[in-house]
């Protein structure tokens, strides 16, 4: 039966589908937009009062620099007096000192050149001998003779000063005949209308002086007037330090102002009011608010007319639905339909919409899962193949050694075997970077070359990004050492030539740049010295939202099974470490920079061993308990410190090193176990012995020597370790340094 396009008719407009639509449009567009409205009035006047109040703060600090220069010109200018072979002349007669008349004709003479107010003068004793600007027979304040007390000491003096409702600038300068000081002359300029008028000009605002009433002030006379009785009616609040600035109407005219505390001398409570004028900013608020009106009303108006549209086609709903349903039939999915009509297909719509969804958040979902199963299984393979490499590396090195020791140099059969350490080295560093991968890694920094570094990997960078890529390497010959793990930095160089190379798949060019620290006599002697490694592609660049989050792990833009997105991180982690900084510079189509800083260092390269020096070691005594599950392992390390004088009692686990122990545990100088073995581990061992002995000295080693946990739990110990893979020579050194060790 076909279902009927439009409504029976005798059915009210009001209670068909389209016009409950309509309503419910109306309403909710009405109310968005209302608070949408309201919302943003309020974010617009709270930002403009905040930019106001940021002028403000820019105000009081213009006066605060202007009153400061004002006091540097008027202590210049009263200094010129005081120096002044007359001034000082009169001092220091004794007829002229006692003539009031003439020295009070002379300060009103200094009063008029220098513009001030008033002028006073005082002898060595500090007797005020001459005056003008302050009544003869009233007393001087005691704000000006403090002023005058700290000049009498030899330097100069200024401050804010209050002398009968008036605020002034005073400077008391003290007039010196050599060493010894004559006398003072003080000098005070007002800070009254006019002076308020002139910073009101610099400072952009309306300027204030409230001491007990107004002072001074900018203000036209009605907002004045308005000012002081709005004072009058909160006197305790003259001296508020900082108010916080507010809107306020004087006289008919609207302000943001705010009020601050002024120093003086006598600690008078003296503020400075700052208003700015808001009736600009209101006016412009208001024509923002009624912009936002109109295009509040024609977005209403437009969004009713599209839904009075698409409620007229709600009755034709499935059309739709018929042709998804459709498309489920020809084997297709991940279509959407959206949920319109009535009820039951609205339902179906949904219901269909949900199970689209889901389906593809379950394959989402089983992807994630595959990726991470892969990543973790991975990283398990990669730390057991290093743990098993590092036992095999160790007895290979560690053979090598000494097979090298007791060779002449100039035996033909040295040259192999220093072949097999090179090789075993080279493996040794691959079993790291397979540590490193499983994130299983601590760094082991020494003072290296970078630029030694970098040549070094030249040859391995090379093979990595292929021949359709130019490589460049400017290296800075005056470079500082830097303290860094070497084998880290290598693998952040690969990591970023593996980055550079994907990023130019037709090739390009990759250059290596090193830079020394650049010190000259404008930087603070505090800088930290930096050197600078820049790595620059010609790559397709990446966009600011990729930018933003290549250091996150597991982020890639690779496809699925092509990268691990942790290399990058991996760079980042490392350089954290070693105390330095990583920033990029990218952008579509413009290849890609990335610039390292590490900190520089002054502390020498340290001194490789030589098989001589090692031959030079006293002979050692001691009993070692070697517990070591790896047979070549074992047998290695017993041949060095048996080699060395040591006694060895050898042990393949936990529980044969116990027995052993027992007997001789009062012997043993140092326990050298494998932290993971069979039967019982190396740390279940040392409890067990150090329940026996406290005092009993350990060295770990371990397969999994980069495992942070397990230099964490030798430390808890008191213990020393030992990476595998490990050669005589620097298992000789760690045993002795175990020995040796004062405390447990």
């Not at 036209?220 to 000012?227: K, S």
């Not at 209101?282 to 007319?305: K, P």
């Not at 079993?431 to 040859?459: H, M, W, Y």
């Not at 390497?473 to 084998?487: C, V």
Request: hydrophobic share 45%; aromatic share 4%; proline share 5%.
């Amino acid at each position: 039966m076909a279902v009927p396009l439009d409504p029976p008719s005798g059915i009210p407009w009001y209670a068909r589908l389209e016009a409950r639509v309509l309503l419910a449009v109306t309403l909710i567009a009405g109310v968005s937009l209302a608070v949408v409205l309201l919302v943003t009035g309020q974010i617009v006047t709270r930002s403009s009062l905040d930019v106001s109040s940021r002028d403000l703060l820019a105000a009081r600090g213009a006066f605060d620099r202007l009153v400061e220069s004002r006091k540097q010109s008027a202590a210049k200018a009263t200094r010129l007096i005081v120096e002044l072979p007359i001034f000082r002349a009169s001092l220091t007669d004794s007829a002229v000192a006692a003539d009031h008349v003439t020295i009070e004709a002379m300060a009103r003479d200094y009063c008029a050149k220098l513009g001030a107010e008033l002028c006073l003068v005082a002898n060595s004793h500090g007797t005020w001998i001459g005056r003008t600007g302050v009544a003869a027979n009233a007393p001087v304040p005691a704000s000006l003779q403090a002023l005058a007390t700290a000049a009498q000491s030899g330097t100069s003096a200024s401050a804010l000063v209050t002398i009968d409702d008036a605020l002034y600038l005073a400077v008391s300068e003290p007039a010196r005949f050599t060493t010894e000081v004559l006398g003072t002359f003080t000098a005070g300029y007002r800070l009254d209308d006019r002076a308020a008028a002139e910073l009101a000009s610099v400072t952009n605002s309306e300027v204030t002086f409230v001491c007990s009433g107004l002072c001074g002030s900018s203000l036209p006379a009605a907002q004045r007037a308005a000012l002081a009785a709005d004072l009058a009616h909160a006197p305790a609040a003259v001296g508020l330090t900082n108010a916080a600035p507010a809107l306020r109407t004087l006289g008919g005219v609207s302000y943001v102002g705010g009020r601050y505390r002024l120093e003086t001398a006598g600690g008078e409570p003296v503020s400075l009011v700052l208003l700015r004028d808001w009736t600009p900013t209101a006016a412009a608020l208001r024509r923002i608010d009624l912009a936002m009106l109109g295009t509040a009303a024609v977005v209403l108006v437009l969004g009713l007319a599209g839904a009075f549209v698409f409620s007229r086609r709600l009755t034709q709903p499935l059309r739709d639905l018929s042709r998804v349903a459709g498309a489920i039939a020809g084997g297709h999915d991940g279509g959407h339909v959206t949920p319109t009509g009535p009820i039951e297909t609205r339902r179906m719509a949904a219901a269909f919409n949900r199970m689209t969804t889901t389906t593809q958040a379950l394959r989402q979902r089983e992807e994630q899962l595959r990726q991470a199963q892969k990543m973790e299984a991975i990283g398990l393979l990669a730390g057991g193949v290093a743990h098993d490499f590092n036992n095999l590396l160790t007895a290979i090195l560690g053979y090598a050694d000494l097979l090298i020791d007791g060779m002449p140099d100039g035996d033909p059969k040295r040259r192999p075997l220093v072949e097999i350490q090179k090789a075993g080295r080279t493996a040794a560093s691959l079993t790291r970077d397979l540590l490193a991968f499983s994130r299983k890694q601590v760094l082991q920094p020494v003072v290296v070359s970078l630029n030694a570094v970098i040549e070094q990997t030249d040859g391995l960078l090379r093979r990595l990004v292929g021949e359709d890529v130019e490589i460049t390497i400017d290296l800075d010959p005056a470079l500082p050492r830097i303290l860094a793990d070497p084998a880290q930095i290598s693998q952040v160089l690969l990591n970023l030539a593996v980055n550079a190379r994907d990023a130019m798949p037709g090739g390009g060019r990759l250059a290596i740049r090193t830079r020394a620290p650049r010190v000259d006599a404008m930087s603070p002697p505090e800088q930290p010295r930096t050197i600078e490694l820049a790595i620059a592609d010609t790559g397709c660049g990446m966009t600011d939202a990729v930018r933003a989050r290549i250091f996150e792990p597991f982020f890639t833009t690779k496809g699925v099974g092509r990268g691990t997105g942790l290399g990058l991180a991996t760079v980042y982690g490392v350089i954290e470490q070693s105390g330095g900084q990583i920033e990029v510079e990218s952008a579509p189509g413009a290849g890609t920079t990335f610039v390292i800083r590490l900190p520089a260092t002054d502390a020498a390269a340290p001194v490789e061993r030589s098989a001589v020096a090692d031959d030079v070691r006293p002979a050692a005594t001691e009993t070692v308990l070697l517990v070591e599950d790896n047979d070549a392992v074992r047998a290695m390390a017993r041949d060095a410190l048996a080699g060395d004088g040591y006694q060895v009692i050898e042990a393949a686990n936990g529980e044969l090193a116990m027995r052993a122990a027992e007997r001789d545990l009062d012997r043993i100088a140092l326990v050298l176990t494998d932290v993971v073995m069979p039967v019982m581990g190396g740390r279940e061992l040392v409890a067990k012995l150090r329940a026996l002995r406290p005092e009993l000295k350990v060295l770990f080693t371990s397969g999994y020597a980069s495992d942070p946990d397990t230099v964490r739990h030798a430390r808890a110990f008191g213990a020393g370790f030992i990476q595998k893979p490990f050669v005589p020579s620097s298992l000789r050194r760690a045993v002795r340094e175990a020995i040796d060790k004062l405390e447990v």
